[in-house]
C-alpha cells in the first residue's frame, strides 16, 4: 500500500505562497494520480488539483493560476505551490496518491493533512 507524509504548511499573509510537499513510501510501482484536496470546517473534503502520471494536470477553478501542481517521480513526492493566497484558501490541506501494485492493484491513501492559514 502506500504511505503518505505531508509538509510544508503554515501561517502566511494573503498575497504570500506556500508550498506543500508529500512524500509517499510503500510497496508500489508507480504513483499513477497525486492530488491535493482542503477541507474548509464543517465541509466534505474538495478536489483543488491533481497530476497523473502523464503529467496531466487539474485545478479546481477558484485555484487556477495561482496554485500549481507537481511531481517528482524520482522522489516520489507531489508538490502543491500555492501562491497569491487569499484568506478564503484558509483550510486544513490533505495529499491523495493512487499508487499502482502488484498483481495491477491500485491502492489509495492519504495524508495526515496540513493546516494553511491565510491571515494578516
Known amino acids: 500500500q502506500v504511505q503518505l507524509v505531508e509538509s510544508g504548511g503554515g501561517l502566511m499573509q494573503p498575497g504570500g505562497s506556500l508550498r506543500l510537499s508529500c512524500a509517499a513510501s510503500g510497496s508500489f510501482f508507480s504513483i499513477n494520480v497525486m492530488g491535493w484536496y482542503r477541507q474548509f470546517p464543517g465541509k466534505e473534503r474538495e478536489l483543488v488539483a491533481q497530476?497523473?502520471?502523464?503529467?496531466?494536470?487539474n485545478y479546481a477553478d477558484d485555484v487556477k493560476g495561482r496554485f500549481t501542481v507537481s511531481r517528482d517521480n524520482a522522489k516520489n513526492t507531489g508538490y502543491l505551490q500555492m501562491n497569491s493566497l487569499k484568506p478564503e484558501d484558509t483550510a486544513v490541506y490533505y495529499c491523495?496518491?493512487?499508487?499502482?501494485?502488484?498483481?495491477?492493484?491500485?491502492?489509495?491513501?492519504w495524508g495526515q493533512g496540513t493546516q494553511v492559514t491565510v491571515s494578516s
Open positions: 491523495n496518491a493512487v499508487v499502482g501494485a502488484i498483481y495491477g492493484r491500485e491502492y489509495r491513501g
Open positions: 497530476i497523473t502520471s502523464g503529467d496531466t494536470t
